[in-house]
């Protein structure tokens, strides 16, 4: 329970960005993030989180990742990889 007014009702939220969607700073400072989505029973997941830098933005659907990065960035897919990129627009398959 909870209401609109308190913090602790924004969890849904906050799980969404670093549970969810797996957006979390990978180095201090946020210098570079980690991303690594976990949409369990979902089909889609769509957010946005805010860095220094500007907003990082993460679209998962289906075989697709689409991702606009203010900062460099390195994707877990949960099969062991990852992959690094630099900052700017990605497209890639999950």
Known sequence: ???VSHGWSSTPTRDLLTRTLGVTP???GFDTARIAPRLGPLTWARGAVPTPE???SVDVSGQRIELESPIPFELDLGDGKTVRRRAGRHALPR
Do not use: C, K, R
């Open 54 to 56: 500007g907003l990082l």
């Open 1 to 3: 329970g909870g209401t």
């Open 26 to 28: 990978a180095e201090p």
